[in-house]
């Protein structure tokens, strides 16, 4: 079994143009499942593309097991460590789903052939596509295509996995296979999972880090997250005006996040209210994207 690989980010910084993905992030990453929960633009992205060695960053310094992603000569080692779902993975239109993988797996140094076919089947059947390896990736479904990525990146079962907006496109079978999935990855692998979607955050990950405008603004349990909360959630029937967020609900009414009326009954909150919470004092009216 794997030992998972140890992280260490300090101070990561990194600018696209004018705007400022990565504002002095610190990070450290043993093992278990760890979610990257922000908005969209929050620079989860960003951060992926740098713990992957896509990207350099402009300040501050990764460490993988002790090696550098900044210095080029660790950069193959970390490499050969890692798995890598990107946001956005593309395939050749011709290639076939087999292909693509033993593809991969041929770059990743799997060179004996008869072992990599084996891997290759492997991952395959861990997402589903074990019945499609002649199928053309052209003609996979968006979900198709997104768990081809995911059979990517498990090739050689990594000990740093990385995972950019894994269930997007995912139905909800396809979502709760994948959860099962990761979940059982941690013990092996030191699992990075970006998403948006509170859910998902809640259901696959021991820690939560939200990253707000490209700093970490929260690291810790999913529990905690929703404690964040605590005391600020309730029920009206109607809109409030000058809270941090509140929606309707099925029946009408409102559930509100923010600072409650006196003598108003609380709800017990969740990730998704801590999360809002956070948001909400982290980033002042109007700035928020």
Excluded at 21 to 29: K, T, Y
Aim: include cysteine; aromatic fraction near 4%.
């Amino acid at each position: 079994m794997n030992r998972p690989a140890v992280v260490l980010a300090h101070g990561v910084a990194k600018r696209w143009g004018s705007t400022q993905a990565l504002a002095g992030v610190d990070l450290r990453l043993d093992g278990g499942v760890t979610t990257l929960l922000g908005p969209n633009g929050a620079g989860k992205t960003t951060m992926l593309r740098c713990l992957a060695t896509a990207t350099v960053p402009d300040a501050g310094q990764i460490l993988v097991d002790g090696l550098d992603v900044g210095e080029r000569s660790d950069r193959t080692e970390i490499r050969r460590r890692l798995g890598y779902l990107p946001q956005e993975p593309r395939f050749s239109p011709k290639a076939t789903v087999y292909e693509v993988v033993d593809y991969l797996a041929i770059l990743k140094e799997h060179h004996d052939r008869s072992r990599r076919h084996r891997e290759v089947v492997r991952v395959l059947r861990l997402v589903g596509l074990d019945d499609r390896l002649d199928a053309r990736t052209a003609a996979l479904s968006t979900g198709m295509r997104r768990r081809l990525g995911v059979a990517q990146a498990l090739i050689g079962s990594p000990s740093l996995l990385l995972l950019d907006e894994p269930a997007t496109a995912l139905d909800p079978e396809e979502r709760l296979s994948l959860r099962e999935q990761i979940s059982g990855l941690g013990a092996s692998s030191t699992v990075v999972v970006s998403t948006h979607l509170t859910d998902e955050a809640a259901a696959i990950s021991a820690t939560v880090v939200v990253l707000v405008d490209g700093a970490v603004c929260f690291v810790g349990p999913p529990v905690a997250l929703a404690a964040a909360a605590a005391g600020r959630v309730w029920v009206a029937p109607t809109a409030p005006v000058g809270v941090v967020r509140s929606w309707r609900l099925p029946d009408g009414s409102y559930r509100v996040v923010g600072e409650p009326p006196t003598g108003v009954p609380l709800v017990e909150p969740t990730l998704e209210d801590g999360y809002l919470w956070l948001l909400g004092t982290t980033r002042p009216a109007g700035t928020r994207r």
